[in-house]
């Protein structure tokens, strides 16, 4: 048994755990194995384990890792977690199966374009930046609600849920919480939320998909 198969054994055991304490079925929430900075060998490790969701934070990254891995894998599906550059949407559209970045008016209508042009529609989330940090990525939470109108009824995007990052000092719970209040709100039904250190407490208040990166691979390179 590899290493990497020993940790997704682990990660996936806590999420059930997890899931089972706050009466939810461990079947709901998607473990995205958050795969930057490491090669595709790590990569492979997982997929010979059985695991098929993977997230990368930059579109040149998966680029240089993914396309060979795609076409030997269909069932692979390639998450976008990291922020989006309007000159890289193209590629993101052709490459990703999900956008779980989408933070800002420029970029939804650069999506919806390169979709129309594709033809092909992957599920996107909105980026909330639950802590308002200026360094972070995300719309701010009292932005959100006229965000999520302007990019399901004015760009047509498929909306499904929202993501969030909350800041490293301060307790992700009440971030979580937010995140899932304002996706009740527009009825949305996914959540990303959760990382490495905070998984569990995103599982039990329901998250539907976790990004865990150095529980399964170690530290990044």
Partial sequence: MSAGSEHLDE??????QAARAAGRDPADVTLVAVSK???ADRVRELVA??????GENRVQEAQEKFPTLKSEFPDLQLHLI??????????????FDVVQSVDREKLAATLA???ARAGKRP???????????????????????SFVVACRDTHKLPIVGLMCIPPLDEEPALHFALLAKIAARHGLPKLSMGMSADYETAVRLG????RVGSALFGQRQ
């Avoid at 000159?87 to 993101?92: L, S, W």
């Avoid at 909105?126 to 932005?143: M, R, S």
Wanted: net charge neutral; aromatic share 4%; glycine share 10%.
């Fill in 113 to 115: 374009k390169e979709m």
């Fill in 49 to 54: 384990a059985g695991h098929r969701i993977f």
């Fill in 207 to 210: 998250a539907t998909h976790v």
């Fill in 82 to 95: 990291g922020p989006l550059q309007t000159n890289k949407a193209r590629e993101a559209v052709a490459l």
């Fill in 37 to 39: 900075t490491h090669g």
């Fill in 123 to 145: 599920d996107c989330f909105i980026q909330v930046n639950t802590g308002e940090e200026p360094q972070k990525a995300g719309v701010l939470p009292a932005d959100v609600d």
């Fill in 11 to 16: 990660v996936t055991r806590r999420i059930g």
